[in-house]
């Protein structure tokens, strides 16, 4: 199943707090409370705008206890899907600037469909985001009591610590023996402060970027294996700036990569190369070849569908085609110098050729200072980190036509003057927005307070669709936000749109719409507002930004709704299994049903559609990208992993419609391919986001958790997807007439369609 959990994981902040948070972490051995309860101090809490937790049961439990009597327990009820979450609040007084461990023992029940997490938050003053950690890239899913641990640096305004234990899918999870540590004050490297980069220094680290990758990626050694990769590229960064010319150009890279690529030659202009002696031709029986292979790449610990391999091959199948030769290194122009790197090497059994120590061991995990983006060289690193990973494994460059080797030089500038680790959010922001990926976003921290209203882009002005309680009277439905502090709504809807990557303008403005609606909590903002009736040309309202854990929706029916006799509705991104399965009975006497794909369905797995025909249903075409070579060349894709869903009874004969606009992605477009593919019914309102596939989610130094598509997905016959999305049977554009009269002018058609 392709659903991008992962990603909603990092996107949003995940649960509900009390407003009082208790003065440090309690009851970590699981000793107090009543068995079969909640454990004292810790409580079952949900994703933001659910109730309680839905679908997932917490308690004491007295059940194979790693230490002592009771252990906790966090277990999937009868149709659970999403997750569900045990955790705990503290006041974080006591620990800013410091560096904290939160540590449990933690074990599973093994199924296939669920796995555990620990999670460790940090909220911040103003409702921002600190610290922050979930495990999605190193999932538990054993079945023995293992100890597992997250460290973290608390940020110097921080308000409040969350820590706790996610069961993302189905099955249980086990908690006990946690501890919260204190390690000791946040090491701190010497910030390097912002300026541009000269010309020269420019060049310099151009060059250091493009040779990183190449080793990083595709130099198998086992030094470079073995590297601590982060410190490297920062170290590198400061290394190579302040050099003057070509010849102290290869003179440094050559000596930064000795230690990691001992095979690795640099020549300054008019250097001919010659071909190290141990990637000379050899036919010696305890020889074989080692390349890199990689299936999508592995650039976390987390299983699933990418993951990176050192591959092993006889001299004899090394072809230089199929499986890279050591004695035909890769030559890369770095811009003045150039510079052969091996694609694979002779390994024997005590490791690759040389024989080499491995690099200096960097700081201990705990004793690592942490990295800031108010660091220039940090900002540094993190462009040429993130622009490598893309430059060799984005699978959509055909799609995107980027020009992605300009992008790097651009984005260093702008990281090397920006002013702090916030305005340089914005920089990765843009340039993660060249992808043109719907998953493509950045994120760290943000504001978590919203306007008390929603709107969208409707006949060209921004127009309130709905109005919470604490607005009531001060606007209404379909009048039009013209300006937001004296800006034109338009200009500042554009720039948030800058920031977003997006296949398609429909995704890219609906994310921007609701970037536009968020702001610090108690903030005041100017809304100059154009009513839709009445006498008034426009008026002036001041409104402030309100933390709440349930945004102001449209209104729509109930999740599963008789909106006309016989007709049903029933919103996905709402419903869970348990939900659809008690409706079946209702729904195979339906005369119509329309499904709502507004929104991600999040807690309700694919088999719903298996009740919607009376034959097996496949899922589009996912392709995973098998990179043997740099920079996408011979780039080739193994196709494999769709769903393949049988029949389910009742088979609901309903006529059918699907709603659908621009927010409906991944996962949900999984859904809808499958309702385009086989006609099951007519799709109604707007085109999709056009974006599918399994994420591949990455943390940079400094804390910005950078999120992606790892893998090709095609329509069911093979024609493209990506940019283009399901494109509705029945369009239908909204209005601001139809806003204002409190109509829901996609659902009114849907209806419409099963009727007719």
Request: glycine share 10%; net charge neutral; proline share 6%.
């Amino acid at each position: 199943m392709r659903q991008n959990l992962t990603r909603y994981l990092l996107i949003v902040a995940l649960f509900t707090c009390a407003a009082f948070a208790q003065s440090g972490p309690q009851n970590l051995g699981f000793e107090s409370g009543e068995a079969g309860g909640l454990p004292e101090a810790w409580k079952a809490a949900s994703p933001r705008g659910a109730a309680g937790n839905p679908g997932y049961t917490a308690r004491l439990s007295g059940d194979n206890a790693k230490q002592g009597k009771y252990c906790g327990e966090l277990a999937s009820a009868a149709g659970a899907s999403g997750f569900g979450n045990l955790m705990q609040a503290f006041d974080a007084a006591a620990y800013r600037g410091k560096r904290v461990r939160f540590r449990a023992a933690v074990r599973t029940d093994g199924q296939a469909s669920g796995q555990g997490q620990l999670w460790f938050r940090v909220d911040r003053q103003g409702g921002e985001l600190g610290f922050f950690d979930n495990m999605g890239d190193r999932p538990i899913r054993d079945q023995e009591w293992k100890y597992y641990e997250i460290t973290g640096d608390i940020e110097a305004d921080a308000e409040r610590l969350n820590i706790g234990v996610i069961l993302v899918g189905t099955g249980k999870v086990w908690i006990d023996d946690a501890s919260f540590q204190v390690l000791g004050d946040t090491p701190r490297l010497p910030q390097e402060p912002a300026h541009p980069l000269t010309t020269r220094g420019l060049r310099n680290e151009v060059a250091f970027a493009r040779l990183y990758g190449l080793v990083r990626y595709f130099h198998p050694s086992d030094q470079a294996a073995h590297t601590d990769w982060e410190s490297f590229v920062i170290h590198g960064v400061r290394e190579v700036g302040p050099v003057k010319d070509d010849a102290q150009l290869a003179q440094k890279l050559t000596g930064l990569f000795a230690s990691v690529a001992p095979t690795l030659r640099v020549l300054r202009p008019g250097e001919r190369y010659s071909l190290p002696p141990e990637l000379q031709s050899r036919n010696a029986a305890d020889l074989k070849v080692t390349y890199w292979r990689h299936h999508g790449v592995g650039i976390s610990a987390q299983t699933g569908a990418y993951h990176s391999e050192r591959a092993q091959e006889s001299i004899a199948n090394a072809d230089g085609k199929a499986v890279p030769f050591p004695n035909s290194p890769w030559q890369a122009d770095l811009g003045g110098v150039k510079a052969w790197i091996p694609m694979a090497l002779f390994v024997d059994t005590q490791g690759t050729l040389p024989h080499a120590a491995p690099p200096a061991a960097g700081a201990a995990k705990d004793d690592k200072p942490l990295f800031s983006g108010d660091d220039r060289a940090v900002r540094l690193a993190d462009v040429i980190i993130a622009w490598n990973i893309f430059e060799h494994f984005y699978p959509y460059f055909d799609v995107a036509k980027t020009d992605w080797s300009a992008v790097l030089p651009a984005s260093l500038q702008t990281a090397a003057t920006d002013k702090d680790a916030t305005a340089f959010k914005d920089t990765l922001s843009r340039m993660v927005a060249q992808l043109h990926d719907g998953h493509g976003g950045v994120f760290k921290g943000g504001a978590t307070a919203a306007l008390p209203l929603q709107w969208d882009w409707i006949e060209g002005k921004l127009v309130i669709t709905a109005v919470g309680s604490s607005a009531e009277g001060q606007f209404a439905r379909g009048d039009a936000v013209t300006k937001i502090d004296g800006r034109p709504a338009a200009e500042l809807l554009a720039a948030k749109e800058e920031l977003i990557s997006g296949a398609t303008p429909q995704w890219i403005r609906w994310n921007a719409l609701r970037m536009l609606n968020l702001g610090a909590k108690g903030q005041t903002v100017n809304l100059t507002i154009e009513p839709f009736a009445g006498p008034e040309k426009t008026k002036e309202v001041a409104l402030k930004y309100e933390s709440s854990t349930t945004p102001v929706q449209e209104t729509r029916p109930d999740k599963i709704a008789e909106v006309e006799k016989d007709i049903f509705y029933i919103d996905i991104g709402r419903i869970t299994n348990a939900d659809f399965d008690a409706a079946l009975p209702q729904l195979e006497k339906a005369r119509g049903i329309v499904f709502d794909f507004r929104g991600y369905p999040s807690q309700l797995r694919p088999a719903f559609l298996t009740h919607l025909s009376d034959h097996n249903l496949a899922s589009a075409q996912w392709h995973i990208p098998l990179v043997l070579w740099p920079d996408h060349e011979q780039m080739r894709f193994e196709r494999g992993g769709e769903w393949d869903l049988a029949p389910s009874s009742p088979l609901l004969r309903a006529k059918r419609a699907f709603i659908t606009d621009g927010r409906a992605i991944s996962y949900a477009e999984s859904c809808m391919g499958i309702v385009e593919a086989y006609k099951l019914g007519a799709i109604v309102g707007a085109p999709t986001a056009g974006t599918n596939g399994n994420v591949n989610p990455f943390t940079l130094p400094g804390g910005y958790q950078v999120s992606w598509t790892g893998m090709k997905v095609l329509k069911h016959d093979g024609s493209r997807h990506h940019g283009v999305g399901i494109i509705p049977t029945v369009p239908v554009s909204r209005t601001r007439a139809g806003v204002a009269a409190g109509h829901d002018e996609f659902l009114d058609r849907a209806v419409s369609a099963v009727k007719e």
